[in-house]
T-cell receptor, first 111, second 113 residues
């Protein structure tokens, strides 16, 4: 079965610094990879997806993700973090009738 | 601009009680699903549906039933609530095919005492 892993439970960065939230995947065939964000007391919101094509995918709120086939990674990045980016981030891989989520990484951006 | 609507937002049950979590979407999506979110475990699929009259089990279906009589609605039934079902429940929908992103409701926080 397809799966993703998020090796960090928590990431702390200072406002204005670049941020990276890590994700690795294990799939057979071509992966359909996603990043979602969850703000407190809200459902998950779509940030970006990789289906095929360019390895650098741009998404909502200034986020981007880099697909690396040799390292089986799909890390989420942002050049300059904002306090409002503080949230829970989920990496996911789409199967035919399921979306397999990682355990989530809590991002805290401090002023 | 409603998207995916879930009710109720909060619910407290006693062990053995039954209840139904409601989910409705207005995007004409064929695919709908129910997830539960538990700390440190991400989201796990309970049941899903690829169209009216069609449902199937996900990763953690035990103790839950679903039905899909219309494209818009996908209720989740807890038959006899257990403390292990204390969780946050999310309904989601998407257009078919399987490459599409999911749209989520705002969740139902359920406590079973």
């Amino acid at each position: 079965a397809q799966s993703v892993a998020q090796p960090e439970d928590q990431v702390n960065v200072a406002e204005g610094n670049p941020l990276t939230v890590k994700c690795t995947y294990s799939v057979s065939g071509n992966p359909y990879l996603f990043w979602y964000v969850q703000y407190p007391n809200r459902g998950l919101q779509f940030l970006l997806k990789y289906i095929t094509g360019d390895n650098l995918v741009k998404g909502s709120y200034g986020f981007e993700a880099e697909f690396n086939k040799s390292q089986t990674s799909f890390h989420l990045k942002k050049p300059s973090a904002l306090v409002s980016d503080s949230a829970l981030y989920f990496c996911a891989v789409r199967e035919v009738n399921d979306m397999r989520f990682g355990a989530g990484t809590r991002l805290t951006v401090k002023p | 601009n409603a998207g995916v609507t879930q009710t109720p937002k909060f619910q407290v049950l006693k062990t053995g009680q039954s209840m139904t979590l409601q989910c409705a979407q207005d995007m004409n999506h064929e695919y709908m699903s129910w997830y539960r979110q538990d700390p440190g475990m991400g989201l796990r699929l309970i049941h899903y549906s690829v169209g009216a009259g069609i449902t199937d089990q996900g990763e953690v279906p035990n103790g839950y039933n679903v039905s899909r009589s219309t494209t818009e609605d996908f209720p989740l039934r807890l038959l006899s609530a257990a403390p292990s079902q204390t969780s946050v429940y999310f309904c989601a929908s998407s257009a078919v095919p399987s490459r599409e992103k999911l749209f989520f409701g705002s969740g139902t926080q359920l406590s079973v005492l």
